[in-house]
């Protein structure tokens, strides 16, 4: 009876231990732009054996990511894109693999290469989107790319973004903080979609509502270790009553 009350102890101290572990790099990337906050959630899970098929564990689980949108931040610099309405940057890793950000700060390489805050390339409808040397992006509310000389009163068309709709669920968040799509993705409505420059979507993630969060997570693993001690507590109490006898 007590290594199952410990078992269920420690089992609950392990996932408030991973449940505050998310919530810790959600207030860790709390200023990150187009950062998505990363949900958590318990599952219950059938304890497989034999004599055990009513029994259930609870599991930590991470079923995905806040979809709601960040705030529009007014920033005044041409490399800083934004997104209105449901749609996703494609960029192309260093390995060439896809990935999809909604951080649309972007930086210009010596090659004249549209990149991402992370390194990876910007990708418009035919593939990166290059700058000729020297010029000013302008990006327009349809995704057009356009490169202008200084002084110029018009651009020249470099390219148009690449933008796609993924729907809640079809996206996994990767290592380096992009993410990624099991299948691919349909492009995005452009009706629906508009693209604003300098312009930055802040974190979705709220600081007040993840210190509530790590707050109860650390209660509960205090609690859970409570029980621990109670249980070790119990047995040393048994041994000396069987002991005296």
């Keep these: 009876m007590i290594d199952r009350m410990v078992f269920t102890a420690m089992a609950g101290a392990r ?10 790099n959600n207030l860790a990337n709390a200023a990150t732009p187009g950062f998505r906050e990363q949900l958590t959630a318990f599952r219950a899970v059938p304890v497989q054996g034999a004599g055990s098929p009513t029994r259930a564990s609870a599991v930590q689980t991470t079923p995905g990511f806040s979809s709601a949108g960040g705030r529009m931040e007014q920033t005044g610099n041409p490399l800083d894109l934004a997104l209105e ?5 494609s960029v192309r890793r260093a390995d060439g693999s896809a990935a999809y950000t909604r ?5 210009v390489d010596e090659a004249g290469v549209l990149r991402t805050a992370t390194g990876a390339a910007l990708q418009g409808t035919g593939g990166d989107l290059v700058m000729p040397q020297g010029s000013l992006l302008e990006v327009g509310g349809d995704g057009a790319v356009y490169a202008r000389t200084e002084g110029g009163v018009t651009g020249t068309l470099v390219g148009r973004l690449q933008l796609v709709r993924a729907d809640p669920g079809a996206l996994d968040r990767g290592p380096d903080g992009l993410f990624e799509s099991r299948n691919p993705l349909p492009a995005a409505d452009p009706k629906s979609v508009r693209v604003r420059q300098g312009v930055s979507e ?12 790590m707050i109860a997570q650390a209660r509960l693993f205090d609690l859970s270790m409570q029980l621990v001690r109670n249980a070790d507590q119990n047995a040393r109490s048994a041994n000396q009553l069987i002991a005296g006898r």
């Design 85 to 89: 309405g449901d749609a996703w940057f």
């Design 15 to 24: 996932n408030a231990v991973d449940q505050l572990a998310a919530t810790t």
């Design 103 to 107: 951080a649309g700060r972007l930086t």
């Design 202 to 213: 802040s974190s979705n993630v709220s600081v007040s509502e993840a210190m509530v969060q």
